[in-house]
């Protein structure tokens, strides 16, 4: 099996060359910085190439670029998809990718891909992936796909490209957007030094969000804020949400805010308790 990681050279097309190196896999790299292209070659000892030569060349074919830049990767190498071929992409957001490979590629088997983890993440075990096919053809590689993911002790979900795009306005998108206002906050109102001596549970917490999402990529951050279709009103009814909370501590209204946090703590509960039953 001869795997083509278009994109190979960035943070997560390095991880996948790596990890079907060790799945004994043949892989064929193509990105556009010949430098960076020499360099992984050097490293790893994979096969380089242009994205041309890289799909002809491959029995799958991995898209690993930024949403920003699917689109003309897809056009570049469309009229080279054999029939017999697997072509993939691996984008944070799903349903633009999925639509712009079903208008190209009308030979070989697309399928749209998402792994919730990023390049620093060592062992594939109990991380989660999520797989969007849309048609039977789809469906049934996802189907060995998720089997070859499953014995490797990955959490493979499948859904619409459209549900997973709405999950991922609350799972990526609002914990990337409250991590990135909470640095802004802590740097400019507190020494941040010396609340790190001082650190309880929460803000410990607090503080692993906000260096989490401060270590990553500031392009890609930007990508997945500016691409996700529902993310302006999952934020947008947080900071509403923060300004009611904030005019309760502003009123002083004790009652009123313990009230309204027995509620969330109750809504919470039974949340939790219907997902464990
Ligand atoms: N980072 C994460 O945590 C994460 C997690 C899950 C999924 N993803 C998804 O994975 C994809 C890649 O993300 P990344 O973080 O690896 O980004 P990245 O480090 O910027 O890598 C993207 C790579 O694509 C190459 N590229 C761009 N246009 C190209 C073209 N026309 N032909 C060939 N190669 C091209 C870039 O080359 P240059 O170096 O020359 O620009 C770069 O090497 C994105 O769609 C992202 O949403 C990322």
């Given at each position: 099996?001869?795997?083509?990681?278009?994109?190979?050279?960035?943070?997560?097309?390095r991880?996948?060359?790596?990890?079907?190196?060790d799945?004994?896999?043949?892989?064929?790299?193509?990105?556009?910085?010949?430098?960076?292209?020499?360099?992984?070659?050097?490293?790893?000892?994979?096969?380089?190439?242009?994205?041309?030569?890289?799909?002809?060349?491959?029995?799958?074919?991995?898209?690993?670029?930024?949403?920003?830049?699917?689109?003309?990767?897809?056009?570049e190498?469309?009229?080279?998809?054999?029939?017999?071929?697997?072509?993939?992409?691996?984008?944070?957001?799903?349903?633009?990718?999925?639509?712009?490979?079903?208008?190209?590629?009308?030979t070989?088997?697309?399928?749209?891909?998402?792994?919730?983890f990023?390049?620093?993440?060592?062992?594939?075990?109990?991380?989660?992936?999520?797989?969007?096919?849309?048609?039977?053809?789809?469906?049934?590689?996802a189907?060995?796909?998720?089997?070859?993911?499953?014995?490797?002790?990955?959490?493979?979900?499948?859904?619409?490209?459209?549900?997973?795009?709405?999950?991922?306005?609350?799972?990526?998108?609002?914990?990337?957007?409250?991590g990135?206002?909470?640095?802004?906050?802590?740097?400019?109102?507190?020494?941040?030094?010396?609340?790190?001596?001082?650190?309880?549970?929460?803000?410990?917490?607090?503080?692993?969000?906000?260096?989490t999402?401060?270590?990553?990529?500031?392009?890609?951050?930007?990508?997945?804020?500016?691409?996700?279709?529902?993310?302006?009103?999952?934020?947008?009814?947080?900071?509403?949400?923060?300004?009611?909370?904030?005019?309760?501590?502003?009123?002083?209204?004790?009652?009123?805010?313990?009230?309204?946090?027995?509620?969330?703590?109750?809504?919470?509960?039974?949340?939790?308790?219907?997902?464990?039953?």
């Open positions: 099996m001869k795997v083509a990681i278009i994109g190979g050279t960035g943070k997560m097309g991880w996948f060359t790596k990890f079907f190196l799945e004994g896999m043949q892989v064929i790299v193509s990105g556009r910085s010949k430098e960076k292209l020499l360099k992984i070659k050097g490293e790893l000892g994979v096969e380089i190439a242009d994205n041309v030569n890289a799909v002809k060349s491959a029995d799958r074919v991995l898209i690993s670029v930024s949403i920003e830049n699917f689109e003309n990767v897809v056009r190498i469309h009229s080279h998809i054999r029939p017999d071929q697997v072509v993939m992409d691996i984008c944070s957001v799903k349903e633009f990718p999925v639509k712009v490979m079903h208008e190209y590629i009308k070989g088997t697309t399928l749209g891909t998402h792994p919730m990023g390049p620093r993440t060592e062992n594939i075990q109990n991380q989660n992936f999520i797989l969007t096919p849309t048609n039977n053809k789809e469906r049934r590689f189907k060995d796909f998720k089997g070859w993911l499953e014995e490797k002790q990955v959490n493979v979900s499948i859904m619409s490209p459209r549900k997973h795009d709405e999950l991922m306005s609350a799972v990526l998108g609002l914990p990337h957007f409250i990135t206002v909470v640095c802004d906050t802590l740097i400019n109102c507190v020494d941040l030094a010396e609340t790190k001596r001082v650190a309880g549970t929460s803000y410990k917490l607090l503080l692993k969000l906000a260096e999402v401060a270590s990553q990529d500031p392009e890609f951050c930007a990508s997945l804020q500016m691409n996700l279709p529902k993310v302006e009103n999952v934020e947008g009814f947080f900071c509403e949400k923060s300004i009611e909370w904030l005019n309760t501590i502003k009123q002083k209204d004790k009652t009123a805010f313990a009230d309204k946090m027995r509620v969330v703590k109750a809504k919470l509960g039974k949340i939790g308790a219907s997902r464990s039953a």
